[in-house]
């Protein structure tokens, strides 16, 4: 432990000052503090930003509601995370910038915020938290990888102090649970696998007339949160589609919109016509329409029947099916899916996804979707693949049993 407040320290020194640096001294004090609390019993649950929290959502709005008594600080290792929370404009919500994991800050905020629990999500272990909690810790969709296993290997006596301190640990795969079991997680804590965006739902996008105009779900496909290295493959891929299919839309939404412009360079290049839709230009007849916006996938996902996911070919280890295969689309990928290795794995097994490696695969791929109903059908059956096994009233109710029974009981 000595060993490890050492380095932390290290590490502390380095966020604080990049933290002033990039958003100000108040930013970098809110690492050590979240302030003062409001009146109330908390429970404290954290996610490390937007993904994590955003799949924790359903659980979170369904604790809330059983427990009545009990108030919540959710934190965040970022400030678009803190905003996300807020947004949601939860009942008993508290929503901060997370204290980094220094003894002071935590136990400070262990009694201010009079923590009764903490609820951590995915990679999230903290020592500092686990340790001073005054009442359970229960892990949620927790993640595990192998390398982070390794790492925690070469300190087992800190790996087993911190996981003898949970009291009910769900992991998303069961690679997580197995290795979470190596290092010292207690059997009486292990609970069932569950991946926590499984859960999504598809929320309706709001109505968007120019869309759905410009839109036929069955004549347009997505590349979603694109890197660089997958907008040369789908603008390549879209290319050829065009010459069998002129009519083909491409949405293509890049993962970070700082990119656009060079996007928008290379179709140009390709000799493709393009609108973007940071720039308020309408889709018309372009050939690519590029979201190079925030916070507006629902109103992609909702237009598109055929879904590349991006990440799977650049060496990003992929994001999300779950938000897709909600939608009903069917899902291409590249070989890169360690991210959501299961997630990937089960679509594998159930022949409910295409992967790809080039352009032109990517290209033969989309052409025979468009027969039939070969579309629908492999939409469905990606959703179906990912339709997950333990409910999630079943998970909310395995964690109202692991927390404190209210103050009058």
């Known amino acids: 432990m000595l060993l490890y407040r050492l380095l932390l320290s290290l590490f502390a020194a380095y966020t604080l000052a990049r933290t002033a640096a990039r958003d100000g001294a108040v930013a970098a004090r809110k690492r050590l503090s979240p302030g003062p609390a409001p009146v109330g019993r908390f429970v404290w649950l954290h996610g490390a930003s937007n993904g994590e929290l955003a799949s924790a959502r359903p659980i979170l709005e369904r604790l809330v509601a059983a427990r009545p008594d009990l108030h919540w600080l959710v934190t965040a290792n ?112 292990r609970g069932p696998v569950t991946d926590l965006k499984a859960f999504f739902t598809a929320p309706p996008p709001p109505a968007d007339p120019m869309l759905d105009a410009a839109f036929a779900r069955a004549r347009t496909w997505l590349a979603a949160s694109t890197h660089e290295g997958d907008d040369t493959i789908a603008l390549t891929a879209h290319a050829l589609c065009l010459k069998q299919s002129p009519d083909l839309r491409l949405i293509l939404a890049p993962r970070h919109a700082r990119r656009a412009d060079a996007i928008a360079a290379e179709a140009a290049q390709m000799g493709l016509t393009l609108a973007r839709r940071s720039l308020g230009e309408v889709p018309g007849t372009a050939q690519v329409y590029m979201a190079d916006t925030m916070g507006e996938m629902p109103l992609w996902y909702a237009r598109a029947g055929r879904v590349f996911i991006g990440g799977t070919l650049s060496d990003r280890g992929g994001h999300t099916p779950y938000e897709p295969a909600a939608f009903g689309a069917a899902l291409l990928h590249g070989p890169d899916t360690r991210n959501f290795a299961a997630a990937y794995a089960r679509l594998a097994a159930a022949q409910a996804s295409i992967e790809i490696r080039t352009a032109e695969d990517l290209a033969q791929a989309l052409s025979s979707l468009e027969a039939g109903d070969a579309q629908e059908a492999a939409g469905e059956q990606a959703a179906a693949a990912l339709r997950q096994d333990t409910s999630l009233d079943t998970l909310a109710l395995a964690l109202l049993d692991h927390l404190p029974a209210p103050e009058h009981a």
């Open 78 to 189: 970022t400030q678009t995370g803190v905003a996300l929370v807020a947004s949601w404009e939860l009942p008993r919500v508290a929503a901060r910038l997370a204290p980094l994991d220094l003894h002071y800050p935590t136990t400070r905020l262990m009694r201010d915020w009079r923590v009764c629990a903490h609820i951590t999500l995915e990679s999230e272990l903290w020592p500092n938290r686990f340790l001073t909690c005054p009442g359970p810790v229960l892990l949620l969709g927790a993640r595990m990888t192998e390398g982070t296993a390794r790492t925690w290997g070469r300190f087992p006596q800190l790996a087993r102090r911190v996981l003898s301190r949970v009291s009910f640990a769900s992991a998303q795969d069961s690679g997580s649970a197995g290795r979470l079991a190596a290092l010292g997680l207690p059997s009486a804590a």
